[in-house]
């Protein structure tokens, strides 16, 4: 299938920092991807919607100033966690598709915030 | 609103046993139906997928049955192995493209014992 990578992996930050968090599709280009938040034990819940060259479309009860999404070309989107706080700390998981119409998902980045 | 319904939330099966997983889905606009896989700390993994318009898929020791009139779905795992003690999602979207958003179940945690 095709390979959708996240950086970093892990990451811990301060309250009131600003995290970004990197989601490469590899070997397909993607002018759609998608983010999601998931808490332990959960499922996974969709954040928003990242449009390449385009404003990111946001789920009911998202914050976009505090979850910023940039997605600037068709291998990359970007999720900003602005001033974080510890109520912020997930797994947050995107997605994107190849040619074949299926949904691939990256590898998570767990935020801790402290 | 709970567009998808999974069950059992959590599933114990003996090695070589079948697993079963159920799904339920009110909206009937939905005409793509995937099965994930997801491992502790690891993104979800697309295991298997099916559209209306057939009844069952297999691929390997993975099933998928389909009960359109029913608003049902549930995947099978045969001859379960301990390697495929994980949690599965089950999930629904709109269209099979990459830009259609998945809703996915609360997810089934499979435990196959020795």
């Known amino acids: 299938g095709a390979v959708v990578s996240q950086h970093p992996s892990w990451v811990i930050c301060k309250s009131g920092t600003s995290v970004k968090i990197e989601c490469r599709s590899l070997d397909f280009q993607a002018t759609t991807m998608f983010w999601y938040r998931q808490f332990p034990k959960q499922s996974l819940m969709l954040m928003a919607t990242s449009n390449e060259g385009s404003k990111a479309t946001y789920e009911q009860g998202v914050e976009k100033d505090k979850f910023l999404i940039n997605h600037a070309s068709l291998t990359l989107s970007t999720l900003t966690v602005t001033s974080a706080h510890p109520e912020d700390s997930s797994f947050y998981i995107c997605?994107?598709?190849?040619?074949?119409?299926?949904?691939?998902f990256g590898e998570g980045s767990r935020l801790t915030v402290l | 609103q709970q567009q998808v319904k999974q069950s059992p939330q959590s599933l114990i099966v003996q090695k070589g046993g079948i697993s079963i997983i159920n799904c339920a889905y009110e909206n009937t606009a939905f005409d793509y139906f995937p099965w994930y896989q997801q491992f502790p700390g690891k993104g979800p993994a697309l295991l298997i997928a099916?559209?209306?318009?057939?009844s069952e898929k297999k691929e390997g020791r993975f099933t998928i049955s389909f009960n359109k009139s029913a608003k049902q779905f549930s995947l099978h795992i045969m001859d379960s192995q301990p390697g495929d003690s994980a949690t599965y999602f089950c999930?629904?979207?709109?269209?099979?493209?990459?830009?259609?958003?998945?809703?996915f179940g609360t997810g089934t945690r499979l435990q196959v014992t020795l």
């Open positions: 999930a629904a979207s709109k269209g099979v493209g990459t830009a259609s958003k998945l809703t």
């Open positions: 997605s994107g598709g190849g040619g074949t119409g299926e949904l691939f």
């Open positions: 099916i559209r209306p318009d057939v």
